[in-house]
């Protein structure tokens, strides 16, 4: 039995039957050839930080990717493409883009996880999303067929891709393809980040430390209290229904998707329902961001979906939108 606890960011405990590293991708082809995937259920977890164990036990193999490495596979005068390992922290990557110089990347800085799931979960902060920065996916499934997935084939959309989808997951990924700018491409217009830089050049360093700065203050550091980020997905709603609701909260804010849709920020809907900050037993509502609930210590899953039903109910009531999690239950 292995325990689970070190690799969930929520702090939860749980056990595993058995918990299996590949360093390679050899190493996981050899894994396929001795039939692990055959004798027992198994899930391919990253870093944990978007998972959320409602049981005890699992009678399954969990399985986490160990390849590293960072390669630089092409560079003109305006791009790199670099290759990089499914098992690379994701913010040790920025960080190596931040300080060679190449752009495009230092919005996602101190987003916890790997490197590979980034490319399942779609991984975005400050106006930028991963998928803008991906070219392809390289994969291997249980079967052992391998596969390169190109960007548009990934499906990417809000927090999503074609890696998600049930028929999917006895894929695995091994490497992931990014192209970044040599030269300045910020984004800095989403919410206070323009204002956190202040009037200073904006430089590689400087978003990324703006970036760190805002990330810090409103949201809690896994290593001190257990969470998974944001525990909802941001609702995406009828544009008939956000005018309604927009007599009523002038104030609200929202963001365009097309003609006929609005997305509402969840921590916005969470607070005005009155959830910020409020405990239930050995969990809360982050009390700087609604959108994240935290781990008070010695939490269940039990408590986390208890307290995450309370909020929905509580946002269903007061504005009639349903809020999905985006954190997997396992
Ligand atoms: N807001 C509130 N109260 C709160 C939280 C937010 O009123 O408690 C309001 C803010 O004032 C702002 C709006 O909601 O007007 C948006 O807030 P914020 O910029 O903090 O972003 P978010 O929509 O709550 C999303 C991502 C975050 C990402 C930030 C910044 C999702 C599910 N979450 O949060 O991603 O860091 O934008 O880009 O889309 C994550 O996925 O784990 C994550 C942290």
Redesign the pocket.
């Known amino acids: 039995m292995h325990s689970l606890l070190s690799h969930n960011t929520f702090g939860i405990e749980a056990h595993a039957a058995y918990f299996m590293e590949y360093h390679s991708e050899d190493e996981l082809k050899h894994m396929v050839k001795e039939g692990v995937f055959k004798e027992r259920p198994y899930f391919c977890i990253g870093a944990g930080s978007n998972v959320l164990f409602t049981r005890p036990y699992y009678d399954w193999t969990f399985l986490h990717s160990a390849i590293r490495g960072m390669e630089l596979t092409y560079e003109d005068a305006n791009y790199v493409e670099v290759r990089v390992g499914s098992g690379e922290v994701w913010d040790e990557f920025v960080q190596t883009c931040v300080s060679r110089g190449w752009y495009g990347a230092e919005n996602l800085s101190l987003?916890p996880g790997e490197v590979g799931a980034s490319a399942v979960q779609n991984?975005?902060?400050?106006?930028v999303e991963v998928k803008d920065l991906i070219i392809s996916v390289e994969t291997l499934d249980t079967n052992g067929y391998r596969r390169i997935y190109k960007a548009h084939e990934c499906e990417y959309g809000?927090?999503t891709s074609i890696f998600k989808q049930e028929d999917k997951k006895n894929i695995f990924i091994l490497y992931v393809n990014f192209r970044l700018s040599k030269h300045p491409c910020f984004k800095l217009d989403?919410?206070n980040v323009r204002q956190e830089l202040g009037e200073g050049e904006a430089t590689l360093k400087h978003v990324r430390k703006a970036i760190i700065d805002i990330?810090q203050r409103?949201?809690p550091d896994p290593a001190l209290q257990g969470n998974?980020?944001?525990f909802?997905?941001?609702p995406v709603i009828s544009r008939t229904l956000y005018e309604e609701l927009r007599v009523a909260y002038p104030q609200m804010?929202s963001y365009e998707i097309d003609t006929n849709h609005v997305k509402i920020?969840?921590?916005?809907l969470?607070?005005q329902a009155g959830w910020?900050g409020q405990r239930m037993g050995p969990v809360a509502v982050h009390d700087?961001?609604?959108?994240?609930l935290v781990n008070l210590g010695e939490a269940t899953g039990g408590d986390v979906m208890r307290l995450a039903k309370a909020v929905q109910e509580a946002v269903y009531g007061k504005f009639g939108i349903e809020i999905r999690p985006?954190v997997n239950f396992l």
């Open positions: 987003i991984i975005g902060a400050y106006g809000y927090r989403y919410g990330r409103k949201l998974a980020g944001s909802f997905v941001n804010p920020p969840a921590g916005w969470i607070e910020k700087k961001q609604a959108l994240v985006e």
